[in-house]
């Protein structure tokens, strides 16, 4: 196993236990949850920091969701494949957001230095590379829309992001509600206001 195979597998095995226990989170309980021995971990890594910095950098990782967005058919209906495009969203950004809640709930702030931190611009370049995966989608029906598909994907980003931030559980809108606000506003239009 090559030494980037085994960091991957570590971080694999390591992930749902950062989002369990956070920075209390020891060598020993992801050594038994990667089948390997604690050794292993640090010939991989050279401490617990290293593998937290790891996990936190493949909880933002936007691949996992490119490549779920990448599998949706764009033979089905729009309607569906924002719905499908949503939940994969959604599961990223839960994803990420308990990974790197339970670090910070858990004490764990490091400071990096220059070389450690993430490159300026990366979290732009996530959001750009989803945006463009979510236009994709919905490209194939551009002529039957009143928008460009890319600020069709902006504003269904936009409301993605803000249903994780201020939906409570009895208000919480499904991934159908928005894709058809989206889609066909929000008014009855047998009782349309004026």
């Given at each position: ?139 194939p029906d551009r002529a039957a829309l009143r928008l460009e598909p890319e600020k069709l ?42």
């Amino acid at each position: 196993m090559t030494p980037e195979h085994r960091r991957a597998m570590i971080v694999a095995a390591a992930l749902p236990l950062v989002a369990e226990y956070g920075a209390a989170i020891t060598t020993s309980q992801i050594a038994r949850a990667a089948g390997i021995g604690e050794a292993t971990i640090f010939r991989a890594f050279k401490d617990k920091d290293e593998v937290l910095d790891a996990c936190v950098t493949e909880a933002v990782n936007p691949d996992h969701v490119l490549r779920e967005l990448a599998s949706i058919p764009l033979d089905q209906p729009l309607p569906v494949r924002l719905s499908d495009a949503a939940e994969a969203i959604r599961a990223h950004l839960e994803r990420m957001g308990t990974v790197v809640g339970s670090l910070h709930a858990s004490g764990h702030r490091r400071d990096r230095s220059p070389a450690d931190r993430p490159p300026p611009g990366s979290r732009e370049q996530s959001m750009r590379v989803v945006r463009e995966a979510v236009t994709d989608l919905i490209e194939p029906d551009r002529a039957a829309l009143r928008l460009e598909p890319e600020k069709l994907a902006s504003i269904f980003l936009g409301m993605l992001f803000t249903r994780l931030h201020f939906a409570s559980a009895d208000t919480e809108p499904t991934s159908e509600d928005l894709v058809d606000v989206l889609l066909h506003g929000s008014l009855d239009d047998s009782r349309s206001a004026t």
